[in-house]
């Protein structure tokens, strides 16, 4: 079936570093989402976007949080510059329209030291 | 935005018997809810959905049940098997866009 990928699977920064997690969601679908799953925790929504735009963000989307899909590629979440309470895993989501299955990726654990 | 409570957190159930998680959402403009089962190591995968305009939906021995009024819904699997033992997540969104309120999750073990 139709699959998101994220690479890497898991990645170790430094605090204060700058990070660039991956997506390459299905591929002909327009909507992209990011969640953020702390351990023991539940997923929570961190950001969508369509059309080249962030259509909306929650909370847990902090100015240093950054989205982009440039040229149609992978999708990106970039963190600049990283905290520690920024290590969880970070899952990717895409859906084709707004009504329609949402697909996730594996997730990438990003753990900040 | 919403919240999801999702209970039980851990479950154990014999291979052949019926295994229930509920939950339970706050902002009652919710209208799609959705189930999502994870593996180890794998991608959470929907397995079924309910829009508010239902209250029932079977997809082989997976029934979910949408309470409105009381604002639950719950999973129930029928006849389990060890391949159905995986985490198993609720969710709800709101009206727009897909942005899912997910619960927890629930590690269900069926013993063979």
């Known amino acids: 079936g139709p699959k998101v990928l994220q690479i890497p699977s898991h990645q170790i920064i430094d605090m204060g570093q700058m990070v660039t997690l991956n997506c390459d969601p299905v591929?002909?679908?327009?909507?992209f989402y990011w969640y953020k799953q702390i351990l023991g925790q539940q997923m929570e929504f961190l950001v969508n976007?369509?059309?080249?735009?962030?259509?909306?963000k929650s909370k847990l989307f902090k100015d240093q949080f950054s989205v982009e899909r440039p040229d149609g590629s992978y999708f990106t979440l970039k963190i600049q510059p990283t905290a520690l309470e920024d290590s969880a895993v970070y899952f990717c989501?895409?859906?084709?329209?707004?009504?329609?299955?949402?697909?996730f990726g594996k997730g990438t654990r990003l753990t900040v030291v | 935005g919403e919240q999801v409570e999702q209970l039980p957190s851990i479950l154990r159930v014999q291979e052949g018997s019926s295994a229930s998680i509920n939950c339970s959402y706050e902002?009652?403009?919710?209208?799609?809810f959705p189930w999502y089962k994870q593996e180890p190591g794998e991608n959470p995968k929907l397995i079924i959905d309910?829009?508010?305009?239902?209250e029932r939906k079977q997809i082989q021995e997976l029934i979910v049940l949408l309470d409105k009024k009381a604002k639950r819904f719950s999973l129930h699997i029928t006849d389990t098997q060890p391949g159905d033992s995986a985490m198993y997540f609720c969710?709800?969104?709101?009206?727009?866009?897909?942005?899912?309120?997910f619960g927890k999750g629930t590690s269900l073990t069926v013993i063979p």
């Open positions: 902002d009652s403009a919710s209208n799609y």
């Open positions: 989501a895409s859906s084709l329209g707004q009504n329609t299955e949402v697909f």
């Open positions: 591929s002909n679908h327009l909507y």
């Open positions: 976007f369509y059309n080249g735009k962030v259509m909306e």
């Open positions: 309910i829009r508010s305009n239902m």
């Open positions: 969710a709800a969104s709101l009206p727009g866009y897909q942005n899912f309120y």
